[in-house]
């Protein structure tokens, strides 16, 4: 059975001492039978602390927001899958909308930055999502099902295993503007629709596909109870560890 996960996106947020006590906040905060998977995705600069921090418990997992396409060498800024998981990263965020849409990143090259967490072990959280003028010009099914094929049906049915998929409507993300859990979970049916149409019901119904875009402790539990959402991947209130770690209690 599918995993249910709640991933924070810290983005650009919190100093080193900040993320800190928040991860220590988060940890005291989690029930001890907690059954959900939880990630939490800090800056670089202190996902090794974060890392080591969560290594001592079996209750949270590191993550990055993004790596590099390159494997090594002259790419003055870039942080390699290699690196991220020699820092005890288990998952990397790619495909953020934000990313894609400051940094240019294209299916193709998210296709690269896949094979590399890939090689290096690190599971992926790939994020998917359409703007408002797409939703409302009726393009949205065709543009998500182009992120997630050009990007990841390059995948074998075995390493899909490694694949969560993150639906993001952008006109949701820090918006405060939530999709209705009818939009969120119509989107959720038809991606999954589209992974038993490449690798089959088995892989299709095993995959997690987290809902993100203004997830708050009041939304989650409408949200998460719908049969395709099976988490949230979670920006401005994962920065909360009350927020947060009531978001990870809402299945
Ligand atoms: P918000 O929860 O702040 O809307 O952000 C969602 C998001 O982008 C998570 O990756």
Redesign the pocket.
Known sequence: MRKNIVAG?W?MNLNRTEGIALVEDVLAKLPSDNNTHVVLAPSFVYLHKVAKMCANTSKVVAAAQDCSANKKGAFTGEVSASMLASCGARYV?LG???KRANFAESNEILKTKVGQAFRNDLKVIF?CGESLSQRESGVHFDWIKAQISESLFQLSSEEFKNIVV?Y?PIW????GVTASTEQAQEIHAFIRNILVGQYGEEVAENTSILY?????PSNAKELFASQDIDGG??????LSSDDFVKITQSF
């Open positions: 996106n983005k965020v953020h909308s934000e994020c993150a993001e949701a993300i820090g918006t993100g875009g203004s997830c708050k991947l979670i920006g401005g209130a994962s």
